[in-house]
C-alpha cells in the first residue's frame, strides 16, 4: 500500500527537478525536509508548537471559559479566603488552589489533545473501495456505484457493522463518527464541545471527565464557602450590635 498524505514523505520519491549545478568550492545544498503529518492535515484543525498542539478552528469560546474560571476563582481568592481564614482555617485557600490547578490543567489538556482523528483514505485506497463494490452489467462494461453505506465485518465471533464516511472515504471503526465542525472522523466520538474548544474522544475523553468532575467541586467548594462567609458576616454583625445594646 503506498503512503498516505498523513505519513511521512520520502523526498527521494518525489519527482522534483534536477537542481543546478553547485559552484566549485560551494558545499552540497541538504534535501528539503520531509513534510510532517500536521503540515498535510486536511481537516479544520490548526496546529502550534510544530505539530504538539491542536486547536480546532471554531475555539473562540475557550478563552470565555478560561476568563470565566479565573474571574471567579480570583474573587474568591481576593474577598474570601482572607476573611475565611482569620476566622476558620488556613487550609481553605490551598483546598481552592489544588481543584483551580487540576480545572485549568484538564481544560488545556481537553482542548490541546488530539481527540482521536482517524487519517482519511487516500486516493488509491478509495478507487479499490469503488472497485470492490463495482458490478459488471449484462454487456460485459464495468459501472461504478457510490460506496454501501454499511458493512458488516467479523471481529472476536461477533458480526460488526460499520458505517462509511463519504467525506474520509473509509468504513468507520465501531463508536467513531464525523464531527461537522472539525471534518474529520473522530476514533470514540462523544461531542463537539466549544466550551473546550476540541472533539472529545478516545484520546481526551479522561482529560474531559477530570475537567467536568474538578470543576463541579470547585464550584461547589467556592459556592459553599461564599454562603459561609456571608453567615459569619451577618452573625459577627448581629453579635456586635447586640453588644452595643446592652
Keep these: 500500500m503506498k503512503n498516505c498524505e498523513y505519513q ?5 520519491a518525489l519527482s522534483t527537478p534536477t537542481p543546478p549545478a553547485a559552484a566549485p568550492g560551494s558545499e552540497k545544498t541538504s534535501l528539503q525536509r520531509p513534510r510532517r503529518k500536521w503540515e498535510v492535515f486536511p481537516g479544520k484543525n490548526r496546529f502550534y508548537c510544530d505539530g504538539r498542539i491542536i486547536v480546532a478552528r471554531q475555539s473562540g469560546v475557550l478563552p470565555l ?11 474568591f481568592f481576593i474577598f474570601d479566603c482572607p476573611f475565611l481564614v482569620r476566622n476558620l482555617t488556613s487550609c481553605i485557600p490551598a483546598i481552592g488552589g489544588v481543584l483551580f490547578f487540576f480545572v485549568v490543567i ?22 479499490d473501495i469503488e472497485r470492490q463494490i463495482a458490478n459488471p452489467d449484462s454487456s460485459g ?22 458505517k462509511y464516511c463519504f467525506t474520509c472515504k473509509m468504513f468507520r471503526p465501531p463508536r467513531t463518527s464525523h464531527c461537522s465542525m472539525c471534518d474529520n472522523c473522530v476514533e470514540r466520538f462523544d461531542h463537539h464541545c466549544p466550551w473546550v474548544g476540541n472533539c472529545v474522544g478516545k484520546r481526551n475523553y ?16 467556592i459556592f459553599g464557602c461564599v454562603i459561609t462567609h456571608l453567615t459569619l458576616r451577618m452573625y459577627l454583625l448581629a453579635a456586635a450590635v447586640c453588644t452595643l445594646t446592652l
Design 8 to 12: 511521512q514523505i520520502d523526498p527521494q
Design 206 to 221: 479522561r482529560f474531559f471527565y477530570t475537567f467536568i468532575v474538578s470543576l463541579s467541586f470547585l464550584t461547589a467548594f
Design 141 to 162: 462494461s464495468s459501472t461504478y456505484r457510490p460506496p454501501p453505506r454499511t458493512k458488516e465485518v467479523v471481529i472476536n465471533n461477533q458480526v460488526v457493522k460499520l
Design 106 to 127: 484538564s481544560l488545556l489538556q481537553t482542548s490541546f489533545t488530539d481527540p482521536g482523528i482517524l487519517p482519511r483514505a487516500t486516493p488509491d485506497e478509495a478507487a
Design 65 to 75: 471559559t478560561l476568563g470565566l474560571i479565573f474571574v471567579t476563582s480570583g474573587l
